[in-house]
């Protein structure tokens, strides 16, 4: 190893991002190369699209994340751009579905919605910015409490995370206090009706600067700090393969998607932070395949719905003028159409699932006119549960060498059930949600279960484990059992079943890695030094 030891980055989400911040400011003499298959779509890297005012322009920037589903390459599968057709499955804006019908594309029968993002940023750069924090047994056990709450703190401070937003809104305390009415008495202290936290920064106008990756790359982005001196971001450069030998990755095999040009980069250290499926998939191509590899992937299913909020309910907690002042305050920012966000956290025994309530002056789909709740002036909440999906080594996305994809890569399957005692519980889930409901309302949307992979938090397929038994791909400081210096991030690492958006969970992960990963390269420097 040199004295300035070299880290290449794979993906460029919050977790790659987390890495590159934490590694570069602990290592005053690293240098970081962060490769990211997918285009820079904002001026400021990775910033959250959400916060682009002008509609056409959001549009553009969702479009140019979609991958093999976006403009001209969906056109080339047969698929206009603009048309969606019954029956058709779509990916949320930003994302591209993996299993999207054409040739190359993935087999995924069982968790059709499973969808991911191209783009500087990643995934991140399309967020809600949900970010509350793991609980009871959602929490990783071989990592105790007081060094959780130290992780999740320095995960909180990269990603700009309050835990009190929105707080002021009437209309958001009416909602939590019709909801406190109605579960109060069922749930342990702390973990009632709250404010969910959200990543950004408040601004002055009462808005949010929604948070991105860049966030958390803060200084490494930022030309008058030194320490962008030592970073660099590489777009449109995909990762094809990580090169090893013997207990050691020695560095990346890159092709430039401009030029097609392959080239490699040396590292001493190389993270690899693609996402749950496209991690494990370019370890698969490059020959690096523990068992546990693409095995007990689990996500939260998720049922939704929409509901009108009551005039006599929420006058009970709320008066008109409260009302007044907060359409007034919305209407200051209409690009945006978040207002209050709400939240009845995952506890044990008895609410095993965790509500998520967003507050929204119009419903987010076009309700009849006639329908006895269209222009409701007290607003609308679209809300659902999340639910545990319990790991099994048979949920699992598996790879196929003699097939490859649309870019290449060994093609992948996945195969996904629920089972009974999940049934059970998105059942129970189910039933909170129309008293949920009914507290607040009446349905404009009756509660509905989403297609498996809709929640887009998808974890376990390179989970960490506190022994080299076969269940798992990482050891708990988030490196591949067998090589020293390949570290693996993401929600992929998650080994447990949680309920709640898991970024938070997985850059708190990602702040242990990377402690320990500047650790190892720092005493490595110094043994060096020394001979
Ligand atoms: P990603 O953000 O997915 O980034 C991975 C990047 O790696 C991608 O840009 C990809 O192009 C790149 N990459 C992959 N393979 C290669 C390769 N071989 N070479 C080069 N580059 C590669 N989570 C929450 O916690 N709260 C929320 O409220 C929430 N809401 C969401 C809403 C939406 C619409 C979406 C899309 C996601 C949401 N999520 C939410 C999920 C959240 O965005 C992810 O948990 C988070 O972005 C994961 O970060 P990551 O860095 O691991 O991966």
Request: aromatic share 6%; proline share 7%; net charge negative.
């Amino acid at each position: 190893m040199s004295t300035s030891p070299t880290i290449a980055i794979v993906g460029s989400g919050p977790i790659g991002s987390a890495y590159a911040r934490l590694l570069l400011e602990s290592l005053p003499t690293a240098r970081v190369v962060m490769l990211e298959a997918g285009p820079q779509l904002t001026a400021i890297a990775g910033e959250s699209v959400r916060n682009i005012p002008d509609p056409e322009e959001k549009e553009r920037a969702r479009e140019l994340s979609q991958g093999p589903q976006a403009g001209s390459f969906r056109e080339s599968l047969g698929i206009p751009s603009s048309t969606v057709v019954e029956g058709m499955f779509t990916a949320r804006g930003g994302t591209h579905l993996l299993d999207f019908g054409g040739k190359g594309s993935a087999h995924a029968t069982s968790f059709p919605a499973a969808a991911a993002s191209t783009n500087v940023g990643g995934m991140g750069a399309h967020w809600t910015c949900a970010t509350p924090s793991p609980s009871f047994s959602e929490r990783v056990a071989f990592i105790c409490d007081a060094e959780w709450d130290d992780l999740m703190a320095e995960a909180s401070r990269l990603l700009h995370v309050q835990n009190a937003a929105f707080a002021d809104s009437a209309v958001g305390d009416a909602i939590r206090s019709l909801l406190a009415e109605e579960f109060g008495d069922e749930l342990p202290d702390g973990y009632g009706p709250s404010t969910l936290p959200v990543s950004g920064d408040p601004q002055p106008d009462g808005s949010m600067r929604w948070a991105g990756a860049d966030v958390v790359l803060g200084p490494l982005i930022d030309p008058e700090s030194p320490l962008s001196e030592r970073f660099e971001l590489r777009e449109l450069s995909l990762v094809r393969r990580v090169n090893h030998a013997g207990d050691r990755v020695t560095g990346l095999t890159v092709e430039d998607l401009r030029s097609h040009e392959i080239y490699t980069i040396d590292a001493d250290l190389v993270v690899v932070a693609g996402d749950a499926f496209r991690s494990p998939q370019l370890l698969w191509a490059s020959g690096i395949r523990p068992r546990a590899l693409g095995h007990y992937l689990t996500e939260h299913p998720v049922v939704i719905s929409t509901v009108a909020l009551d005039e006599d309910s929420m006058r009970r907690f709320a008066t008109e003028e409260q009302l007044d002042e907060e359409l007034e305050r919305r209407s200051a920012n209409p690009a945006d159409p978040v207002a209050a966000v709400n939240r009845i956290p995952f506890s044990e025994p008895d609410h095993p699932f965790s509500l998520q309530v967003m507050y929204a002056e119009n419903p987010p789909f076009q309700l009849d006119p006639e329908h006895p709740a269209a222009g409701n002036r007290w607003g609308y909440v679209n809300m659902g549960y999340g639910m545990r999906k319990r790991p099994r080594y048979e949920d699992a996305l598996t790879f196929d060498d003699g097939e490859p994809d649309y870019r290449g890569f060994p093609n992948m399957t996945i195969e996904y059930a629920l089972t009974e005692s999940e049934q059970a519980e998105i059942a129970n889930a189910t039933e909170h949600l129309r008293r949920a409901g009914a507290a607040l309302g009446t349905f404009v949307a009756e509660p509905r279960l989403l297609p498996n992979g809709s929640s887009l938090h998808y974890q376990g397929t390179m989970r960490m484990g506190d022994a080299d038994d076969g269940t798992s791909v990482a050891d708990p400081f988030s490196r591949v059992w067998g090589y020293e210096n390949l570290v693996v991030g993401g929600n992929a690492l998650i080994p447990t079943a949680t309920t709640m958006n898991p970024t938070l969970m997985s850059v708190a992960i990602a702040v242990r890695g990377a402690r320990k990963a500047a650790e190892q390269l720092s005493a490595l420097q110094v043994a060096e030094a020394s001979n």
